[in-house]
Nanobody, 125 residues
């Protein structure tokens, strides 16, 4: 599956952005979909995941209550709505796909076989 993330940009603290990840090449709902981010000098970290079946979601503690992950299986598209952004949210954001029933846990980047190119999110304070 090929993934293309977009929607990043520069925003002031407290503002909002919506990231989009367009998928192609495979049956989209056969995959659990995640968002990860990587700040300069830091490891890639889990942000959120949504299951392919049932749309069950989970979030990193640092974003819970501020970010919302969703998917539209009819459009093969994944979203990340980010509200109340903080300077510490600044990072390159990546979308990723993990086949249902595949490697786990889903908060680990190693569980994802497919990655999109990142989109930069910069939050100014």
């Amino acid at each position: 599956v090929q993934l293309q993330a977009s929607g990043g940009g520069l925003v002031q603290a407290g503002g909002s952005l919506r990231l989009t990840c367009a998928a192609s090449g495979r049956i989209f709902n056969n995959y659990d979909m995640g968002w990860f981010r990587q700040a300069p000098g830091k490891e890639r970290e889990f942000v959120a995941v949504v299951s392919g079946i049932g749309g069950v979601t989970d979030y990193a503690a640092s974003v819970k209550g501020r970010f919302t992950i969703s998917r539209d299986n009819t459009k093969n598209t994944l979203y990340l709505q980010m509200n109340s952004l903080r300077s510490e949210d600044t990072a390159v954001y990546y979308c990723a796909a993990s086949a249902i029933g595949g490697v786990r846990p889903l908060y680990s980047p190693r569980s994802y076989a497919y990655w999109g190119h990142g989109t930069q999110v910069t939050v100014s304070s």
